[in-house]
């Protein structure tokens, strides 16, 4: 677990670095988007200068038109307008330069072109400054000469051909229109315009001038006129315009190529950026996993403490613990743990905080069993055997409902036997679990299960010491109980024998018969004793049928009132529906007798002792005092009292063989080890409640039995005894004393007894007598330890014989061979005996008539 966190530490930390790539990506590629194409300062800069080159042609055309005219006194308007020309253009060069359209080659060429048109029309200027300044000197001196001519007295003009009047005319009009009949006839009229025989210096040189003027007015008035027409006529503004044409055409389709590039370039910083989102969004749910994950690691280490805690005994608790910790952190209302076997499909054990989902997850655990054996062929481990399932959701729309889950259901193969599954359920439906959710989930029962394997592996550890421990004890009790049982039996098998002779002579009601009748009984009650021995050291074989349990506690009930001091009540409280359970009543009425003493020892001054009995139901293990109650169904045996109670210190102890705090009072601490080891015959188990100074309850639970119950009095062989008939029954017993009581009781039921204390007397006797008897009675003990069964039954050649054994000496004889030939043990009573006897007698007259038949029918 730690290393997949680890890894995806790496991965996730793996992240911010293509996060950061990212982001300066998609910041660089939306600076490339933005700065892309002719930024639009410049575009109205081009704009601008064009229509500046525009104005200034216009007003080079205009001023030249207006100097020509001589409305103008300078030439400064011209230069201006030049010089803003050239500065236009100089502007343009570098505009363009800037906006990428430098490598354009046609505004390259047109702009050359424009360039050198302005050139050209600064010559035309060049030569219009210059001609029309000599072309006005020449008009004013015409003119003013014109004037002073006219200005002339008559007189003095007298003989002159030319007409000056005509002569200012034509020329006013070649000024205006100068065609070349005009300046003809001007010509004439100023070649007649030289006298060459005046006195008048002044008027010759006048009229000189005037010739030399008017010639020059004739020759220079036609080039200005030609160089005006050529400037007005100049192909600038044209150029200006195709170069405008071709910027806009160059400069839309830069812009289209720009906005091109912008959207892509745009798309892509969009794209980086919702890549970047994404990025973010995995980290975010990376880093949420992570956090998850570790939480999850908190969790497992806080539920391997838990377990891992030697010192704490209480393995349900622990269960009940980590179940209600993974509930909290998968946000679980309902949990639930099932342990089942996986090939009877029986439920073991159930942990859960609620008592609502047995049905659910029976099915769904006998889905999951069902899954297992079918595909038991598989070669899988049973880790590898996985199911998970999603809890329908029920309250949503039934379009959601597919994708939303109201719970879990995860199960695990645990062992070839067992299989396990932990369903959570949630208190609203919310979407399914992904991948990891599930992954969570099967380490979460993955751990539960091992840790559940390993505290009940280390409590079964300490069951078996402590059974080891207890089974030692035991043992030890059984050896010493062997080695007074012989002694004690022989002497209640005389008490008993002798009570029951007593008994059938006196017949007739009396004192007398009364008395015997209490020896018999109180005989009958020392054998209860030794069975409580017996119970503790060995497995006694009694017959294990159904019984009421309720018939078999209100039959002890009268022998508990009369045995109980005065100053207790005993207050029975039973069932109305049967209480049937498998075993033998009498160890239920050991155990009432053992804990009945109990409570009326530990209630000095008297009081109250309850018993009870009822059904009970337990839909999941339970923790008992002493054990652990596994889901069933059971009967309740209660025995409560108000007496001193049980200290804690001592509780754990109680059900030890010889612990006793009674011990100066003759206790022998054999009472709750008999209940205990009648308890485990039964199948059941204890749990014990005491709190000092309020008193204490035992509850035993037993399994209910669904069985009819057989009556109690089945159990009691209370049948008639059997009466012989005066057959000759020859008896083998060592102790003198005993075969005196043997022959005494023989002869009470109506045989004849021949007792003897050695098996060479009866076969003596045999030979000698020539009556065969009915029947051989042998005590096994008192047999030689060399004879042998075939030798038995060679020296008795056909009479039929009945064995004795005592529960701890067989004699020479096996166990085996005792009970095959159907022995009776001591402490033998009248009807035992006699139902034995009776038995052999009959099967040995059979045999008997068999062999006779067949000889006469072979004679
Ligand atoms: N109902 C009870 N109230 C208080 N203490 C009890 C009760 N039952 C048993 N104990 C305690 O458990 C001990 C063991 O009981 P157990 O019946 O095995 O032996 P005992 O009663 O001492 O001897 P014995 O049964 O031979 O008379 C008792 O000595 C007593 O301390
Ligand atoms: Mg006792």
Known sequence: MVAVAKHHLQRIAGKPWATVVAILCAILFAILAAGRGPDKETHEAVLAAFRLIDLNNSALQRDVLQTRAGLLNNYDPLDASMGGLHDMLGQLKS?????????????????????????????????????????????????????????????????????????GNLMLRFSGYPDADLARRINILLHSTSWANSTD???????????????????????????????????????????????????????????WSRIFLGTISIILCIYILFLVYRLRLQTDRLTRRLNFEDVMSQIKKRFDNESSPDCVAAIHDTLNLLAVFFDATHHELIISNVETGLVQEVYENHSSGTALSKTLMSDFLDDLRRNAAAQQTPRQRFFYQNL?????????????????????????????????????????????????????????IQCVDRVRKRHERD???????????????????????????????????????????????????????????????????????????????????????????????????????????????????????????????????????????????????????SPVVTRSTRPLSHGVLPSGSYIRLSVTDQGEGIPDSILPHIFEPFFSTKSHAGGTGLGLAAVHGNVAAL?????????????????????????????????????????????????????????????????????????????????????????????VVLDVASLKDTVTLSQLDEDLSDIPYLLISDQYRTGPLSEQNLKRLGALKKPLNSKSLADAIRRKID????????????????G
């Open 95 to 167: 505009l363009f330069r800037k906006t990428n359209l430098n490598d354009n080659e046609k505004l390259a060429a047109l702009l050359e072109q424009l360039s050198a048109s302005i050139d050209r029309n600064e010559t035309l200027v060049e030569q219009f400054k210059t001609k029309n300044a000599l072309l006005h000197n020449s008009l004013s001196i015409f003119s003013k000469i014109l004037t002073d001519l006219n200005e002339r007295p008559s007189s003095d003009l007298q003989g002159l051909p030319a007409n000056f009047d005509e002569l």
């Open 201 to 259: 210096n002044v008027l010759v040189s006048q009229l000189a001038t005037l010739a030399v003027h008017g010639h020059m007015i004739l020759m220079t008035l036609p080039s200005v006129n030609n160089i005006v027409a050529d400037i007005q006529t100049s192909d600038a503004p044209q150029r200006a315009q195709d170069l405008q044409m071709e910027y806009l055409g160059a400069y839309s389709a830069l812009n289209l190529r720009a906005m």
């Open 392 to 448: 329908q959701s029920h309250n949503e729309l039934a379009f959601t409902r597919n994708a939303l889950s109201a719970g879990v259901a995860v199960g695990m193969q645990i062992s070839a036997r067992y299989a396990a599954m932990i369903i959570f359920e949630y208190k609203e439906s919310r979407p399914k679990a992904g991948s990891d959710e599930v992954e969570l989930l099967q380490h979460a029962i993955d751990l539960v």
């Open 463 to 613: 069951i078996l010491e402590h059974r080891l421990e207890h089974a030692e004890r035991l043992q030890a009790v059984g050896t010493l109980a062997g080695g007074i049982a012989h002694e004690f039996n022989n002497i209640l098998s005389s008490m008993l024998g002798y009570g029951e002779m007593a008994l059938q002579i006196l017949r007739r009601p009396s004192p007398t018969r009364h008395y015997v009748n209490e020896i018999v009984s109180a005989g009958e009650r020392a054998r209860l004793i030794i069975d409580q021995i017996l119970t503790l050291s060995r497995k006694r074989e009694r017959s294990s049928r159904p019984f009421d349990m309720v018939e078999a506690v209100s039959d002890i009930l009268h022998l508990l009132k009369v045995s109980l001091p005065e100053s207790l009540e005993l207050s029975p409280r039973f069932a109305d529906r049967p209480a049937v359970v498998l075993g033998n009543p009498i160890e239920i009425q050991q155990i009432l007798m053992n804990l009945c003493k109990n409570a009326s020892e530990a209630s000095p001054d008297g009081g109250k002792i309850d018993i009870e009995v």
């Open 683 to 775: 199948a059941g188990h204890i749990n014990v409640d005491s709190a000092v100074g309020r008193g204490t309850r035992f509850d035993l639970f037993f399994p209910v039995c669904h069985q009819a119950p057989v009556p109690l009095r089945q159990f009691f062989h209370e049948e008639k005894v059997p009466y012989g008939n005066g057959q000759t029954v020859v008896i083998l017993e060592k102790e003198q004393k005993l075969l005196m009581m043997h022959e005494e009781k023989l002869a009470a039921l109506g045989y004849e007894p021949v007792g003897f204390v050695e098996l060479s007397g009866i076969l003596n006797w045999l030979q000698s007598n020539e009556r065969r008897p009915d029947l």
């Open 843 to 858: 099967t040995g007259a059979d045999a008997q008539r068999g062999r006779v038949g067949s000889k006469a029918v072979g």
